[in-house]
């Protein structure tokens, strides 16, 4: 089946340095990529979605000069989470689509997350 | 923007059954799919149901909908220790975009 790798798995960082967390499709490519947060016992809130080439699409309310996106090859998306602060601290979990793939039927696939702790 | 609720918490013992109810405002939702995440993981796909279907049996996992109420359950036959976990509803926002609206997530814990 399909997989996607996310790494680091978990890392913490001081306050005020940035950190890069990336997510990989294995076996197959993927056009767009998602970038997800969750905060603890709450629901995954989509930052941004990334399309291979091109830049990534943010949602109302999150900083794309904070959460830089890069997408730069068909199984290769980054987040890089810049000038990292302890209200940063959560769970980052990307998702793939895999090419060819546009129908909602279809699925997504996910890596098994971030968890990030700055100090 | 698309609002999505569920009950936080869920016991059951093992072997009963399950069911996880979920609550979204978008009547436009095309599709709604029930993902699982365990401790410290992503998410892993379990079913789904499109928009013109009321129910939907995949082994174990029954997805009820209703469209009128916009109301959609996940029910687990024979609840197993290893069922375990979150479950998010996610229906697929309506009027573009074709993004995941997350609900809150339910909690399932099965004892013993």
């Known amino acids: 089946g399909a997989v996607v790798s996310q790494h680091p798995s978990w890392v913490i960082c001081k306050s005020g340095t940035s950190v890069k967390i990336e997510c990989r499709s294995l076996d197959f490519q993927a056009t767009t990529m998602f970038w997800y947060r969750q905060f603890p016992k709450q629901s995954l809130m989509l930052m941004a979605t990334s399309n291979e080439g091109s830049k990534a699409t943010y949602e109302q309310g999150v900083e794309k000069d904070k959460f830089l996106i890069n997408h730069a090859s068909l199984t290769l998306s980054t987040l890089t989470v810049t000038s990292a602060h302890p209200e940063d601290s959560s769970f980052y979990i990307c998702?793939?689509?895999?090419?060819?793939?546009?129908?909602?039927?279809?699925?997504?696939?996910f890596g098994s997350g971030t968890q990030l702790s700055v100090l | 923007g698309e609002d999505v609720e569920q009950s936080l918490f869920l016991s059951v013992r093992e072997g009963d059954s399950s069911v996880i109810n979920c609550t979204y405002t978008d009547s436009s939702s095309t599709y709604l799919y029930w993902y699982k995440q365990e401790p410290g993981a992503g998410l892993q796909l379990l079913t789904y149901?499109?928009?013109?279907?009321d129910m939907k049996q995949d082994q174990r996992l029954t997805v009820l909908l209703n469209k009128k109420d916009k109301h959609l359950s996940l029910r687990i036959a024979d609840t197993q220790t290893g069922d375990s976990a979150i479950y998010f509803c996610?229906?697929?926002?309506?009027?573009?975009?074709?993004?995941?609206?997350f609900g809150t997530g339910t909690q399932l814990k099965v004892e013993l």
């Open positions: 996610a229906p697929v926002r309506g009027g573009g975009g074709n993004k995941l609206t």
């Open positions: 149901i499109f928009s013109n279907m």
């Open positions: 998702s793939a689509r895999p090419r060819g793939k546009t129908g909602w039927h279809e699925k997504l696939f």
